[in-house]
């Protein structure tokens, strides 16, 4: 079956830094990606949609500025935490669907801010 | 609002018990997953399920569109399957998802 992997599992950085986390799919090309945080006690939330070739569409109340998205290719998409910070430490999953039908998930990023 | 929602919310079992997870949902989908997410965070897909009821090992899901309402059940559990279990629902592209059922199964 496809396959959707993600990169690094888990994260440790220091206050201030940033952080980058790779979700690529496999074994097909996919025209979109969901990235998806997961805070403590509550369900996955979806963040943003990222097309390849376009700028991302960021649900409300997620910062765009913070939170980069980039989907240069159609097996590529990337998330990058700017200046992180404390809470910005959680769970973040990306998804990606192939074509209109399957949506596979990556393996999620655990990232620690200290 | 939550279009999906779980039960039980925490679950114990002892080994060997036959569980059931719950999961009803208010929108209309193309598909439904079942997640398990270990303790330290790594998700993986158990089930896709789109009709009907599908089988892996000791692990079964089924869902009822009519309904609205999935379940996955576990034969004989294990410890080993503690975890929390995430339902997943695709009206489109994107997901929403359950609470999540955590089940923790004793020697």
């Known amino acids: 079956g496809a396959v959707v992997s993600q990169h690094p599992s888990r994260v440790i950085c220091k206050s201030g830094t940033s952080v980058k986390i790779e979700c690529r799919s496999l074994?097909?090309?996919?025209?979109?990606m969901f990235w998806y945080r997961q805070f403590p006690k509550q369900s996955l939330m979806l963040m943003a949609t990222?097309?390849?070739?376009?700028?991302?569409?960021?649900e409300q109340g997620v910062e765009k500025d913070k939170f980069l998205i980039n989907h240069a290719s159609l097996t590529l998409s990337t998330l990058t935490v700017t200046s992180a910070h404390p809470e910005d430490s959680s769970f973040y999953i990306c998804?990606?669907?192939?074509?209109?039908?399957?949506?596979?998930f990556g393996q999620g990023t655990r990232l620690t801010v200290v | 609002k939550n279009e999906v929602e779980q039960s039980p919310q925490n679950l114990t079992a002892q080994e060997g018990e036959f569980i059931t997870i719950n999961c009803s949902y208010s929108v209309g989908i193309s598909a439904l997953h079942w997640l398990q997410q270990h303790p330290g965070g790594g998700i993986v897909s158990l089930f896709m399920?789109?009709?009907g009821k599908k089988k892996h090992g000791r692990l079964i899901a089924t869902i009822n569109i009519q309904e609205k309402h999935s379940s996955l059940h576990i034969t004989a559990s294990h410890p080993r399957d503690s975890a929390v279990y995430i339902c997943?629902?695709?009206?489109?592209?994107?997901?929403?998802f359950g609470t999540g059922t955590s089940l923790t199964v004793i020697p």
């Open positions: 074994d097909f090309q996919a025209t979109t």
């Open positions: 399920l789109s009709s």
């Open positions: 998804s990606a669907v192939s074509g209109n039908t399957e949506a596979f």
């Open positions: 990222s097309n390849e070739g376009s700028k991302a569409t960021y």
């Open positions: 997943a629902v695709r009206p489109g592209n994107q997901f929403y």
